[in-house]
């Protein structure tokens, strides 16, 4: 266990990076806590909504001051004068950890081009909250946040993802999460394992691991469970030896139309891969 440490502030003028709850307020850590109250400015994502986080603490930031995804550029530029002025600058987001699917990145890499310190103070992250219950025990994971809105785009880039042997994770918004893990079935096949988690460390927290193909009907067996914050993790692809994605993608196409048999003679003949690897991952797919 390593000492904690007296101050929350760095001896030199600092962009803090602060995470902030997610749902639930007491998961404020108590270092994040301390910085917001001792920086000359908090940067926030949205100022209205933050000063209720900052009021629930007892929080009176001395300067608070927007920085969205159309500003964050300009931002950057008054934050550093701060800096060389010697500031200490937070900077926070409606929720979670800035940077991921929020805004901060551009900023991050300003200041640091600029030569100042950039500090992270940890907390909560709706990916890494799901991750922690995933059960996620071989292989390694990959974030990719939220989809393309539209549907064709969406598609495309989940077929992009299908032969991703790490697990997907997904950020998803109330009204798509039922076309957008249709789709996921559709590309993906109904037999990969998905993970729901839906409003983490919240009153109505639910969190339900199953099959692709049995997701849309959890979702029509409880009205509410289309309503809320999401994160998905998707099981990675189970690739066969002697197959790649274009095989697969193939041998899908194949599928819609032709017995199992034909679709995979044809696949491999197509595309070279081994026959008897197309037929395990169709038998898989079928199931
Ligand atoms: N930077 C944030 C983080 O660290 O988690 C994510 C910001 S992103 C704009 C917001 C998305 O995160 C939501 O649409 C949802 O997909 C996911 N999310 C945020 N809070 C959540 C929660 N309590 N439960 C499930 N998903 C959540």
Redesign the pocket.
């Known amino acids: 266990m390593n000492e904690p440490i007296a101050s929350p502030l760095k001896n030199t003028p600092s962009l803090y990076v602060v ?1 902030t709850p ?2 639930n307020l007491r998961d404020l850590p108590p270092r994040a806590r301390d910085t917001l109250a001792a920086v000359d400015v908090v940067a926030a994502e949205d100022t209205r909504h933050s000063q209720k986080l900052l009021d629930a603490f007892g929080i009176r930031a001395k300067r608070l001051l927007a920085v969205h995804q159309h500003n964050e550029q300009q931002v950057a530029g008054q934050i550093i004068e701060w800096l060389t002025q010697g500031q200490h600058v937070a900077l926070i ?10 805004p901060g990145a551009r900023l991050v890499a300003r200041v640091r081009e600029a030569g100042y310190t950039v500090s992270p103070v940890p907390g ?7 991750l922690s219950v995933a059960g996620i025990v071989e292989g390694g994971f990959r974030f990719i ?2 989809l393309p809105a539209k549907t064709q785009s969406r598609r495309t880039a989940l077929m992009a993802l299908a032969g991703e042997r790490d697990a997907l994770m997904f ?3 109330p009204h798509r999460i039922k076309a957008c893990v249709a789709d996921m079935a559709e590309v993906f096949g109904g037999g990969r394992e998905i993970l729901i ?6 009153l109505h ?1 639910e969190i339900a691991a199953l099959p692709l193909a049995e997701a849309g009907a959890w979702f029509a067996a409880e009205a509410n469970r289309v309503r ?4 998905l993790i998707v099981r990675g692809a189970d690739m066969p030896d002697g197959v790649d994605v274009g095989a697969l993608r193939v041998l899908g196409l194949l599928l819609d139309e032709l017995p199992l048999r034909t679709a995979v003679r044809l696949a491999a003949e197509i595309t070279g891969a081994s026959r008897k690897g197309l037929y395990a991952h169709a038998l898989r797919q079928s199931r």
């Open positions: 995470a997610i749902g987001t409606d929720a979670g950890t800035p940077a991921i699917s929020d909560a992250c709706a990916a890494v909250a799901a946040g939220f950020y998803e918004a988690a839906r409003e983490l460390t919240k927290e809320g914050e999401f994160v």
